[in-house]
Structure formats: structure tokens, C-alpha cells
């Protein structure tokens, strides 16, 4: 495997997108498609979240991918993310602040016309265990994007514009940290570990 892999540099990852919800499955996974749209013709798609995320508004990785497949994916300029709107699709789980909205209906109508406009099909989701490191290595180095969630201990923005890192304690009163997609878009094997 070569030692660094960065699909930034190649030219082939989309937009950058600000999440503003919950939906970091639905950015990560349509940042994918992104991604893969830039391996077959060579420029980056920019395919609608809220399509995407329509078809199964759960915060779950796994659930964004297969509930997807077989679906069609159309342009984000046809129905940009309005979060807003995205995070009332939410189901309910009593635990909500007050003036909090969740458990509305999904536009099927929107999600039917952005069908009829259709860009592309997804036609296959690869689930591939988190702890197989060396796997998710050569899928990078391959030129594919990788979706991962994680269990999230803190998040804090530091180093250059833009730049997150990972930082604090794995546990808050002895409760893991919240879950979070994020896309991994190349690492760098250096002698003090591989950081992606």
C-alpha cells in the first residue's frame, strides 16, 4: 500500500457540505456518492441529502446505505438540505425539548420529482467490520471513500481552517460518546501510527 492516499488531491471528492442536524449519515454517505460519481466520470456529484436522507431518517450508517440501494440519486440544486426540515422527520422518542418537532411526514411528493430527475443508481452498499483496518487501507488506497461511524468522545476543531480532530476522554460518566459518520477520504501510514 503506498504510504499516503488523499482523494482531495486527486480532484475527486465533492462538496463541502455544513451539516447544521443530525443527518451526519445522510452527509456522509451522499458525500460518498459524491465521490464515487468522480470514479466513473471524472468530476465530483453533488447529490441531494435530503433526498437521500428521506428514505430512511434514522442515525444510522448502515440503515443510510441499504435503505438506499437500488434508489436513484438526483442533483442537490434540485432540493437543497434545509435542516429545518430534515430534522422533523426524526421518529419521536418522548426525550424531546420542548418545541422540539420529530415524527413528521417525509415529502414523498419532492422525493418522487427528484426521482423523475434522476442522475444515477446506487447499486451496491460493502459492509466491512470497522476493526478491519487493513481492509478499509486498501479500499482508500483503491480510490473508493470509506463511510465509518464512530463512537464520538469529544469533537474540537484545531490546526489549520477547517481541520477537526478527535480529542478528550472515550467515556463521560462512564457512558460512551455519542455516535458520528464521518468519511474517511485517504490516510498517511507515518512512524507514529496511521492517522486517516
Excluded at 128 to 146: N, T
Amino acid at each position: 500500500l503506498p504510504q499516503v492516499v488523499d482523494h482531495r488531491a486527486d480532484g475527486t471528492e465533492g462538496p463541502m457540505r455544513k451539516q447544521g442536524g443530525p443527518l451526519c449519515t445522510a452527509f456522509s454517505f451522499t458525500s460518498a456518492l459524491d465521490h464515487a460519481w468522480a470514479r466513473w466520470t471524472g468530476a465530483p456529484g453533488f447529490f441531494s441529502v435530503m433526498q437521500v436522507w428521506g428514505r430512511y431518517y434514522h442515525k444510522n450508517e448502515e440503515q443510510a446505505g441499504f435503505a438506499n440501494v437500488g434508489e436513484v440519486v438526483s442533483n442537490e440544486t434540485d432540493w437543497p438540505y434545509d435542516h429545518n426540515i430534515a430534522d422533523t422527520w426524526r421518529n419521536c422518542h418522548g426525550d424531546e425539548k420542548p418545541g422540539e418537532v420529530c415524527g413528521q411526514p417525509v415529502d414523498t411528493a419532492k422525493i418522487s420529482e427528484l426521482d423523475a430527475k434522476a442522475i444515477a443508481v446506487i447499486t451496491k452498499v460493502e459492509v466491512i467490520p470497522a476493526s478491519q483496518v487493513d481492509v478499509l487501507k486498501e479500499k482508500l488506497a483503491a480510490g473508493q471513500d470509506v463511510v465509518l461511524q464512530i463512537k464520538m468522545p469529544s469533537l474540537a476543531t484545531a490546526g489549520t481552517p477547517g481541520a477537526t480532530y478527535l480529542v478528550g476522554n472515550p467515556k463521560k460518566n462512564g457512558k460512551p460518546g455519542p455516535n458520528h459518520a464521518i468519511l474517511l477520504s485517504g490516510y498517511a501510514m507515518t512512524p507514529n501510527g496511521t492517522y486517516y
